[in-house]
């Protein structure tokens, strides 16, 4: 058995809209704190409720029950930061993994789809000529072998065709509770 007070927990700002997720433990803080309110997913409509109250409430199941010396705690799932009102997406961290997915794990002289082995990051404009080494969008995939063949030149010195790169997308976080699902926007 997983200990709840490590399960993820979805926070919403003001306007409930997501904006992070948290441990148990951590949504646990904000509610005692009066920082955050948790949603009542009971019946068909889901309330915010304050840490006096939602000490009150009976847990779903056992799974998901927080056992302290004196009681037992429904463990919260989606919490609501009551005074936060921004919206902060995160992007995504700058990655071989992360280039090789929004690259679509293709080699970008040749199109070639790469093994994990096989892949590096190019800096289309070097670092050493002044190229950003932290933008995505100076990044592409690139076969190994070949990414030291190139070295300090530009696509263009090496007779290739410069990618078209994109920023790194958005973290979502994944729902890992049926109440997560409501907040998660579907694309």
């Known amino acids: 058995m997983s200990n709840v007070l490590t399960r993820k927990v979805f926070v919403l700002n003001k306007f409930w ?4 997720e948290v441990t148990v ?3 646990i803080k904000q509610m005692v704190t009066d920082v955050a309110t948790a949603l009542d997913f009971s019946g068909d409509m889901y309330m915010p409720v ?6 009150k409430l009976a847990p779903f199941s ?10 037992k705690i429904r463990m919260p799932t ?8 921004k919206v902060h997406p995160r992007r995504k961290k700058v990655s071989v993994k992360t280039i090789a997915e929004r690259d679509g794990n293709r080699d970008y002289v040749t199109n070639e789809i790469l093994k994990p082995h096989e892949m590096s990051i190019d ?13 995505p969008r100076n990044m592409a995939l690139l076969r190994k072998d070949r990414n030291n063949k190139k070295g300090a ?10 990618p078209k790169t994109k920023p790194l997308g958005m973290v979502v976080p ?7 699902e409501h907040f998660v926007t579907k694309s």
């Open 50 to 55: 304050k840490w006096a109250d939602w000490v």
């Open 78 to 85: 989606v919490i609501v930061a009551v005074n936060y009102d």
């Open 17 to 20: 809209k997501l904006v992070n």
């Open 153 to 162: 030149k530009t696509p263009e010195e090496m007779g290739w065709t410069r």
């Open 62 to 71: 056992e799974e998901e029950t927080i056992h302290t010396l004196t009681a």
């Open 174 to 180: 994944k729902p890992s509770h049926p109440h997560h």
């Open 25 to 27: 433990q951590d949504a």
């Open 123 to 135: 800096h289309l404009d070097p670092i050493s000529r002044g190229g950003s080494k932290t933008d």
